[in-house]
Every structure is written in structure tokens, then in C-alpha cells.
């Protein structure tokens, strides 16, 4: 029960380029597409969203791109800080209240 | 700022025993959550909870839990009689009204 798949378990990124997290779905009726980051013995922490009916949301160093017709979910973090060095998570909600399933994660080290 | 608190961090306890595990949401939202995690493993949803009664559960979830909000601002989730497979980082994640939910630190339950 893939529904979203995040393929790249981990990647490495020079401190200062740009780090391309990749995430994939699998139905077309996902509402809200989130990204969360998570450091070791810390709960997940909210980055960035998008609604289905956008194809990019932008905050800061943060970037998340939506293309719908490849179900292709991407972050652009730019540029990268040792700091983002953490395991990211995509994640989707079908609606407003309802649960959200996850990725597996991707792994990030941002090497200075 | 404020955030979600669960106690306690780390809680070890013996196959067969009931364990409570404690959640104090961000004061002023509606939706609460409980998540886990195995290791090695993605986030996984296990129940959401709305005005008093539960709105949603996997399949995870199943007799020997259950949720309750015994004040204004407790969660709990009560594992009844504890499975060695019971053993994960538990979340707890509460929203007001937009998609983003916020996540506790997590409580590792130890089941030996």
C-alpha cells in the first residue's frame, strides 16, 4: 500500500547549493500535500503545503512544486545549511480534518 | 511559541501491561491525533479525534486502544494489554483548522 513513495532514502548536498527532495502519489483525489522535517527524538516539524490546485508554494528558502499530471511532488531548498541536515517527510491529507499518511523520508545531510 | 507536550519521553513497560500515554495539544485547536512510528518504519496514522468522539481510525487501531480527552486540555491514547509489536515512538499532533498539523516530541514505549 504505496500511496506516496519517497524513493531517495538519503542525500547529500554542499552547503549553499540547492537540496531536491522527490516524493511520488499514487491518487489523483489528494487534497493537501504537506512537507514535514524530523531530527532524531523530535516529533515531525510542519514546512511548507500546497493545495491541489496549485502547482507551487514558496516560503523563504523553501520551495514546493506540485505536478499533477506525473502525481510528482518536489521541495527545493535553496541554499542548503547544515542546519536542514534532518529526515523529510511528504505527506498528504484526502481532506480538511482528516489524517495524513506519509512518505518514507528522505534523509538530507547538508555537508558545509 | 506554543506547541504539543507528551509525557512521558521514554516509558518502558512489561508484555501484558496497560500503559497511558499522555498529550497536552496546542490550547486553542479542535483535531487531535495520535501517530507512530516503528523503527526503521514510515509515520503511521492511528486515530483522529473531533468534539468529544472519534472521527476516523486505522486499522492498527483496534480494541486494545482507545482515546480520551478527560479535561480541557489532556489526550490520551490507553494501550490495554501491550504486545512486544507495540514498541514505537508514539506522536501526538493536534490542528486548529487548516490542514497543518503540529506534532509532539513523541513518547518511546519500551514493551519487554
Known amino acids: 500500500d504505496q500511496q506516496v513513495k519517497q524513493n531517495s532514502p538519503s542525500l547529500s548536498v554542499q552547503e549553499g547549493r540547492i537540496s531536491i527532495l522527490n516524493c511520488d502519489y499514487t491518487?489523483?483525489?489528494?487534497?493537501?500535500f504537506l512537507w514535514y522535517k524530523k531530527y532524531p527524538a523530535e516529533g515531525p516539524t510542519f514546512l511548507i503545503s500546497?493545495?491541489?490546485?496549485?502547482d507551487k508554494n514558496e516560503d523563504g528558502r523553501f520551495t514546493v512544486f506540485l505536478n499533477k499530471s506525473a502525481k510528482h511532488l518536489s521541495l527545493h531548498i535553496v541554499p542548503s545549511q547544515p542546519g536542514d541536515s534532518a529526515v523529510y517527510f511528504c505527506?498528504?491529507?484526502?481532506?480538511?480534518?482528516?489524517?495524513?499518511?506519509f512518505g518514507q523520508g528522505t534523509e538530507l545531510s547538508v555537508k558545509p | 511559541e506554543p506547541e504539543v507536550t507528551q509525557t512521558p519521553s521514554h516509558q518502558v513497560t512489561q508484555m501484558g501491561q496497560e500503559v497511558i500515554l499522555r498529550c497536552v495539544p496546542i490550547?486553542?485547536?479542535?483535531?487531535f491525533y495520535w501517530y507512530r512510528q516503528i523503527l526503521g518504519q514510515k509515520v503511521e496514522f492511528l486515530v483522529s479525534?473531533?468534539?468529544?468522539?472519534?472521527?476516523?481510525k486505522s486499522e492498527i487501531f483496534d480494541d486494545q486502544f482507545s482515546v480520551e480527552r478527560p479535561d480541557g486540555s489532556n489526550f490520551t491514547l490507553k494501550i490495554r494489554s501491550t504486545k512486544l509489536e507495540d514498541s514505537a515512538m508514539y506522536f501526538c499532533?493536534?490542528?486548529?483548522?487548516?490542514?497543518?498539523?503540529?506534532f509532539g516530541p513523541g513518547t518511546r514505549l519500551t514493551v519487554t
Open positions: 499532533a493536534s490542528r486548529l483548522a487548516a490542514y497543518e498539523q503540529y
Open positions: 491518487n489523483s483525489m489528494f487534497d493537501y
Open positions: 500546497i493545495s491541489s490546485i496549485k
Open positions: 505527506a498528504y491529507s484526502e481532506n480538511q480534518g482528516g489524517k495524513l499518511i
Open positions: 490550547s486553542n485547536h479542535l483535531y
Open positions: 479525534f473531533y468534539n468529544n468522539e472519534i472521527s476516523e
